[in-house]
Nanobody, 127 residues
Framework: QVQLRESGGGSVQSGGSLRLSCAAS????????MGWFRQAPGKEREGVAR???????RYGDSVKGRFTISQDNAKNMLYLQMNSLKPEDTAMYYC?????????????????????WGQGTQVTVSQ
């Protein structure tokens, strides 16, 4: 098992930046597929980005070129740098972990194979 806790959410104006962090604990010596997902009220969950062992990075189409996922394995931390934020980025953001073979498949963006989730951190972008 692995436990995940997000932080860094908040309110920002359009065009601004935020950096989300996710602290992992538990079986962190295992290589996990790590991902960021988001869900806005009344909308389906959306895959934002995923990473495995510092590589094999993928982004959702709506955030490409604006968001950057990274991880620091020594600190058991996952990050999401969000730049050029737009009002449509407003959502609850979740950190997730899953077994690499299943979770980091081509359908990673669906999130179904990520077995561990954090509680989420709210990001609100105003005009």
């Amino acid at each position: 098992q692995v436990q995940l806790r997000e932080s860094g959410g908040g309110s920002v104006q359009s065009g601004g930046s935020l950096r989300l962090s996710c602290a992992a604990s538990g079986r962190t010596y295992i290589t996990w597929c790590m991902g960021w997902f988001r869900q806005a009220p009344g909308k389906e969950r959306e895959g934002v980005a995923r990473i495995v062992n510092g590589g094999y990075i993928r982004y959702g189409d709506s955030v490409k070129g604006r968001f950057t996922i990274s991880q620091d394995n020594a600190k058991n931390m996952l990050y999401l740098q969000m730049n050029s934020l737009k009002p449509e980025d407003t959502a609850m953001y979740y950190c997730a972990a899953g077994r690499p073979y299943e979770a980091c498949s081509d359908s990673w963006w669906q999130g179904g194979d990520f077995g561990y989730w954090g509680q989420g951190t709210q990001v609100t972008v105003s005009q």
